[in-house]
């Protein structure tokens, strides 16, 4: 009796320690799986695939005659092209609604959060489009003819070439008519001007790849039909000329001689932005952010001044920090240098994971004089984009490049565009949760690579007041793309009074603060992208306060964690974090930033 209790018990035991063993396990694996995939993942590829094979369907081929693969043309969504995107997106939508949300783990209720925003995001951009695609159809009379032909050369189907080339001459006199018809016009606003020419070279693309697969390939279609298609292609590319010139921009801009176009949007289209990007402040509040920002920055400026031995007169000691360049040939040395300062004082710290194919396979270039005329400051991501003279600049605008690109000022940011930055960023991404770059955000790219900035200042990464002086400038650089270009987008500022706003308060040189100016507004960068840098630094900040700080996570374990969710808002990061809870019908509500401290 005494053996078999013993043995039992031994039974027991073993099973105990095989649960436990298998349950670790389990939980293990669980880990594993989401720190690259979720209940939703699936739905969110198949979204994507879906959503592209729709758009590659309904779109003209590039036919590449030496190569087995061919790709379709980004043209204007075709009516029937714009009638099944909305279909995908409103099916999809019903497969969301009908998902037990409640039984879903903290990493699906995030993506399926991320992918409902996204959809509701391109329904709206798609009902935007169709409201302006109707406005247009007036002087688009030609169009049901060619899109009719271009179904007919989806399937290769049979033509007569006979009847293709009467055809075609219906469309050429309903394509004059247009044309004299558009021409009557005294003006049209710009958005439904550049609709109607995207319109119109999408045509000219579809007309091509429908004559291109017959022509040669048809003996009647060939002897038939290249006459009257070339007399339509033409009269299409001759109307896409004529339209632009009748389109009216309606801005707020004030005019000024900076020789920068752009068009601001306005409150409403700031704050519709700011929400789709999970940012609950508004414009006027985040340029009162970015002053008390600037506010702090201006007292540290002046104790590194007042180190230096120039007293409150903190320009003096920034243009004696712009003045140690280094020799010119020199400059990439110089940025391996600072690279490996900022990787030792960050590994010393065991701050981040740091793979060591990530280490190995960064890349550097020079940045093109074309470039540096919107990018005056090197930039990054897979490689370093180095920003110094060339030989073909005049001598002025080589000293203010030298200048602007100081060892001091480089020490701030080269940790920015390389590890942990930008590079890193490149690098994780593509490896954890890559089905998630669909949701990618400015606040994302940027804020974290801002965020180092920020971090490594209060680390205590800028020993000589040099170098604090440096690193101040870009946070200075900051606060005030926040000022300047939401006052744009407000109608508040020209560019050329944001040109003066960065030179006279940041300390910039006058070539440079023209090339970011130019960037902003004409760069085809969105109107929040400037904004992105500093607010997504502090939203990560402010997590990092909530995690690190309070003994949940060290550094190590919170910006592991953050560079495995990917580049997406950072309020779902925290979501992740925190486990929130979250609901089906989730608005943004973080408010990272305290006015008060």
Same mark, same amino acid.
């Not at 003209?60 to 190569?67: A, G, H, K, L, W």
């Not at 394509?175 to 016009?185: H, P, Q, R, V």
């Not at 897979?382 to 000022?409: Q, V």
């Not at 994780?428 to 400015?442: I, Q």
């Given at each position: 009796?005494?053996?078999?209790?013993?043995?039992?018990?031994?039974?027991?035991?073993?099973?105990?320690? #095989?649960?436990?063993?298998?349950?670790?396990?389990?939980? #293990?694996?669980?880990?594993?799986?989401?720190?690259?995939?979720?209940?939703?993942?699936?739905?969110?590829?198949?979204?994507?695939?879906? =959503?592209?094979?729709?758009?590659?369907?309904?779109?003209?081929?590039?036919?590449?005659?030496?190569?087995?693969?061919?790709?379709?043309?980004?043209?204007?969504?075709?009516?029937?092209?714009?009638?099944?995107?909305?279909?995908?997106?409103?099916?999809?939508?019903?497969?969301?609604?009908?998902?037990?949300?409640?039984?879903?783990?903290?990493?699906?209720?995030?993506?399926?959060?991320?992918?409902?925003?996204?959809?509701?995001?391109?329904?709206?951009?798609?009902?935007?489009?169709?409201?302006?695609?109707?406005?247009?159809?007036?002087?688009?009379?030609?169009?049901?003819?060619?899109?009719?032909?271009?179904?007919?050369?989806?399937?290769?189907? %049979?033509?007569?070439?006979?009847? =293709?080339?009467?055809?075609?001459?219906?469309?050429?006199?309903?394509?004059?008519?247009?044309?004299?018809?558009?021409?009557?016009?005294?003006?049209?606003?710009?958005?439904?001007?550049?609709?109607?020419?995207?319109?119109?070279?999408?045509?000219?693309?579809?007309?091509?790849?429908?004559?291109?697969?017959?022509?040669? %390939?048809?003996?009647?279609?060939?002897?038939?039909?290249?006459?009257?298609?070339?007399?339509?292609?033409?009269?299409?590319?001759?109307?896409?000329?004529?339209?632009?010139?009748?389109?009216?921009?309606?801005?707020?801009?004030?005019?000024?001689?900076?020789?920068?176009?752009?068009?601001?949007?306005?409150?409403?289209?700031?704050?519709?932005?700011?929400?789709?990007?999970?940012?609950?402040?508004?414009?006027?509040?985040?340029?009162?952010?970015?002053?008390?920002?600037?506010?702090?920055?201006?007292?540290?400026?002046?104790?590194?001044?007042?180190?230096?031995?120039?007293?409150?007169?903190?320009?003096?000691?920034?243009?004696?920090?712009?003045?140690?360049?280094?020799?010119?040939?020199?400059?990439?040395?110089?940025? =391996?240098?600072?690279?490996?300062?900022?990787?030792?004082?960050?590994?010393?710290?065991?701050?981040?994971?740091?793979?060591?194919?990530?280490?190995?396979?960064?890349?550097?270039?020079?940045?093109?004089?074309?470039?540096?005329?919107?990018?005056?400051?090197?930039?990054?991501?897979?490689?370093?984009?180095?920003?110094?003279?060339?030989?073909?600049?005049?001598?002025?605008?080589?000293?203010?490049?030298?200048?602007?690109?100081?060892?001091?000022?480089?020490?701030?940011? =080269?940790?920015?565009?390389?590890?942990?930055?930008?590079?890193?960023?490149?690098?994780?991404?593509?490896?954890?949760?890559?089905?998630?770059?669909?949701?990618?955000?400015?606040?994302?790219?940027? +804020?974290?690579?801002?965020?180092?900035?920020?971090?490594?200042?209060?680390?205590?990464?800028?020993?000589?007041?040099?170098?604090?002086?440096?690193?101040?400038?870009?946070?200075?650089?900051?606060?005030?793309?926040?000022?300047?270009?939401?006052?744009?987008?407000?109608?508040?500022?020209?560019?050329?009074?944001?040109?003066?706003?960065?030179?006279?308060?940041?300390?910039?040189?006058?070539?440079?603060?023209?090339?970011?100016?130019?960037?902003?507004?004409?760069?085809?960068?969105?109107?929040?992208?400037?904004?992105?840098?500093?607010?997504?630094?502090?939203?990560?900040?402010?997590?990092?306060?909530?995690?690190?700080?309070? +003994?949940?996570?060290?550094?190590?374990?919170?910006?592991?964690?953050?560079?495995?969710?990917?580049?997406?808002?950072?309020?779902?990061?925290?979501?992740?974090?925190?486990?929130?809870?979250?609901?089906?019908?989730?608005?943004?509500?973080?408010?990272?930033?305290?006015?008060?401290?």
């Amino acid at each position: 009796m005494l053996k078999t209790l013993k043995f039992s018990c031994a039974l027991l035991s073993a099973s105990c320690i #095989t649960f436990c063993a298998f349950n670790a396990t389990a939980q #293990t694996a669980a880990a594993n799986l989401y720190e690259q995939s979720s209940e939703i993942a699936g739905t969110i590829i198949q979204y994507g695939r879906d =959503v592209s094979a729709v758009r590659d369907f309904y779109s003209p081929y590039s036919v590449n005659e030496r190569s087995e693969y061919q790709y379709k043309l980004n043209v204007l969504n075709s009516p029937e092209q714009l009638k099944r995107l909305i279909e995908v997106d409103n099916d999809y939508l019903k497969r969301l609604d009908q998902t037990d949300f409640a039984a879903l783990s903290i990493y699906g209720k995030v993506d399926f959060t991320l992918l409902k925003k996204r959809i509701n995001f391109d329904l709206g951009d798609l009902k935007k489009e169709g409201e302006q695609y109707s406005q247009i159809t007036k002087y688009l009379t030609c169009a049901d003819g060619i899109y009719s032909l271009e179904k007919l050369r989806r399937r290769g189907t %049979f033509v007569d070439g006979e009847k =293709v080339a009467t055809e075609l001459n219906n469309i050429l006199k309903q394509i004059k008519a247009d044309t004299a018809e558009y021409k009557k016009i005294q003006s049209i606003d710009m958005p439904l001007a550049k609709t109607l020419r995207d319109a119109l070279l999408g045509l000219k693309d579809r007309l091509k790849d429908f004559y291109g697969f017959y022509n040669n %390939f048809d003996p009647a279609f060939t002897w038939w039909v290249p006459e009257p298609y070339k007399a339509v292609n033409d009269a299409l590319q001759d109307y896409s000329v004529l339209v632009l010139k009748k389109g009216k921009v309606n801005t707020t801009q004030k005019p000024d001689n900076s020789g920068i176009k752009g068009v601001p949007i306005g409150r409403d289209a700031l704050i519709s932005q700011l929400r789709a990007e999970m940012i609950p402040y508004t414009p006027e509040e985040l340029i009162q952010l970015a002053n008390k920002e600037f506010a702090w920055c201006d007292k540290e400026m002046l104790k590194a001044s007042q180190e230096m031995g120039f007293g409150n007169d903190w320009k003096k000691a920034l243009e004696k920090v712009k003045n140690s360049y280094v020799p010119v040939g020199h400059q990439p040395e110089l940025i =391996v240098k600072l690279y490996n300062d900022a990787l030792s004082f960050i590994k010393e710290r065991d701050l981040i994971t740091i793979p060591p194919l990530a280490e190995e396979t960064w890349g550097m270039v020079m940045m093109s004089p074309q470039r540096q005329l919107v990018n005056p400051f090197f930039t990054g991501g897979k490689e370093i984009s180095i920003s110094y003279p060339t030989n073909s600049m005049e001598a002025e605008d080589k000293l203010m490049s030298m200048r602007g690109n100081n060892p001091y000022f480089s020490r701030g940011t =080269v940790q920015h565009e390389l590890i942990p930055g930008h590079n890193l960023q490149y690098f994780m991404n593509s490896r954890y949760k890559a089905y998630r770059g669909d949701f990618e955000t400015p606040f994302a790219v940027e +804020g974290w690579a801002l965020y180092w900035e920020l971090l490594l200042y209060e680390k205590g990464f800028a020993k000589t007041p040099e170098e604090k002086v440096g690193m101040l400038f870009w946070r200075m650089h900051r606060c005030a793309r926040i000022i300047f270009s939401l006052n744009y987008h407000l109608g508040k500022w020209t560019p050329q009074e944001c040109i003066d706003f960065l030179v006279d308060r940041v300390g910039h040189e006058k070539a440079n603060a023209a090339g970011e100016v130019r960037r902003s507004f004409e760069g085809g960068y969105s109107p929040l992208y400037q904004v992105a840098y500093l607010l997504g630094g502090l939203q990560l900040t402010a997590l990092q306060k909530e995690m690190v700080g309070s +003994g949940k996570m060290t550094y190590k374990q919170f910006h592991d964690a953050v560079m495995k969710e990917n580049l997406i808002p950072i309020e779902m990061v925290r979501a992740t974090l925190t486990n929130q809870p979250l609901t089906k019908d989730f608005t943004t509500s973080w408010k990272f930033y305290d006015f008060n401290k």
